[in-house]
Every structure is written in C-alpha cells, then in structure tokens.
C-alpha cells in the first residue's frame, strides 16, 4: 500500500482538524509553564532571606503560579503555531519557506530582497 501525499492525508482527516504542529506547540508551551513553577517553587524554597513558608503555603503558591503561567504558556504556544502552520500552507509564503529551507540559504546575500 502506498502513502499517501500531505496534502491529502491532512485534509483527509475532516475540515475542523487542526494542524499537529497547534497541539505540539501548546504542549510545549504547557511544559514550559510547568518547569517555571517548579524552577520557581524550588527558588522559593531554598530561600534564606525572606520568611519561612510551610510546605502548604508553598504549594498553595506553586498552584496559584501554575494556574498564572499556564495559560500564558499555551496561549503562546497556540499563537507560535498558529504562526508556524500558515508560514507552512499559505502559498504567499512560499518565498519565505523557500529562504529559510536551509541555514546555507537562510544567511546567503540576497540583493533581491532589497532591491
């Protein structure tokens, strides 16, 4: 059986899908929120010169932090996807795909582009 091209097995899937690279995004933007209230209850924590915090106060703070950064985190990992899939399927960015395919081009003198 052979596989089939992208462009027909994504638009195969039903016209409300979302692109994958929407979900990795938000993920990592996810993630990324998670490790800031880890690496911020951690700081916390270890602190010496504020006062002392019980284990619930500092878990009521990490909670508090977590539900501030995580929408932030995945709303900003929606909008860095969003960005991605339509530099990716929209063909009036085909010169700017096709500039930044490579590092070799990416960085290559282009007059055209400022002429």
Known sequence: MEAE???R??????PWSLPPVL???ALVGGLTAVCATVAELFAATVRTDGPAAGVGDALAGAAHLAAMLLPFGVGGGLA?????ALVRTTPWMAPLRSRLS?????FAPAPEAFA
């Open 9 to 14: 097995s994504a638009s195969a899937v039903g």
């Open 5 to 7: 091209p992208a462009e």
């Open 23 to 25: 979900a990795e995004q």
């Open 102 to 106: 490579s590092a070799r081009r990416a």
């Open 80 to 84: 860095v996807g969003l960005v991605i």
